[in-house]
T-cell receptor
Framework: AQSVAQPEDQVNVAEGNPLTVKCTYS??????LFWYVQYPNRGLQFLLK??????LVKGSYGFEAEFNKSQTSFHLKKPSALVSDSALYFC?????????????FGRGTSLIVHP | EAQVTQNPRYLITVTGKKLTVTCSQN?????MSWYRQDPGLGLRQIYY???????DKGDVPEGYKVSRKEKRNFPLILESPSPNQTSLYFC??????????????FGQGTRLTVV
């Protein structure tokens, strides 16, 4: 079975400061990992993904995420937060070892960037 | 333009009145799924489909039905809606491609209120 955990319901950060949104996962085989963002009254938008290769993945809007196999984590980061980054962020995992190819999502983390 | 289209975007209905939320994708994706999003619970998978005529239950299938007669369409059916099905619903599609094209594409969401 595949699962993903986002341990923080909410993350608060001041504009200009670095931000981290945490995600840990559990899969039987190797994971595909994703981050999505949801702005108010909108659907989910894809931010970035880890498939294989370099552990540091760069995505849209200046976001990046680091895959850490030993810690089974895929934390989302940005060096300098913007107020416009305030949104709901979802981590998702897909197990590549077979079974369901549909991703499992975390509960989401609300990011609030203060001016 | 690659997209997943859900209709309607907003729906208010009464308890027990059958309804269908449509979902269509134009990317020839094999995989489609339905999620509901509730405050504090994140995204929970209702049903998914690996291909035409292949559907399976997700985490919260009770009270819902789906069908996959064509590759592009994956309607969600509520035979007898109840107030606890008031929620924000998302349809998503993706491909089993083991290369780079693995992320899910989401519809804009359907906000359903059952009174």
């Amino acid at each position: 079975a595949q699962s993903v955990a986002q341990p923080e319901d909410q993350v608060n950060v001041a504009e200009g400061n670095p931000l981290t949104v945490k995600c840990t996962y559990s899969v039987s085989g190797n994971p595909y990992l994703f981050w999505y963002v949801q702005y108010p009254n909108r659907g989910l938008q894809f931010l970035l993904k880890y498939i294989t290769g370099d552990n540091l993945v760069k995505g849209s809007y200046g976001f990046e995420a680091e895959f850490n196999k030993s810690q089974t984590s895929f934390h989302l980061k940005k060096p300098s937060a913007l107020v416009s980054d305030s949104a709901l962020y979802f981590c998702a995992v897909r197990d590549t070892s077979g079974g369901s190819y549909i991703p499992t999502f975390g509960r989401g983390t609300s990011l609030i960037v203060h001016p | 333009e690659a997209q997943v289209t859900q209709n309607p975007r907003y729906l208010i209905t009464v308890t027990g009145k059958k309804l269908t939320v449509t979902c269509s994708q134009n990317m020839n994706h094999e995989y489609m799924s339905w999620y509901r999003q509730d405050p504090g619970l994140g995204l929970r998978q209702i049903y998914y489909s690996m291909n035409v005529e292949v559907t399976d239950k997700g985490d919260v299938p009770e009270g819902y039905k789906v069908s996959r007669k064509e590759k592009r369409n994956f309607p969600l059916i509520l035979e007898s809606p109840s107030p606890n099905q008031t929620s924000l619903y998302f349809c998503a599609s993706s491909t089993p491609d083991r290369g780079r094209n693995t992320e899910a594409f989401f519809g804009q969401g359907t906000r359903l209120t059952v009174v």
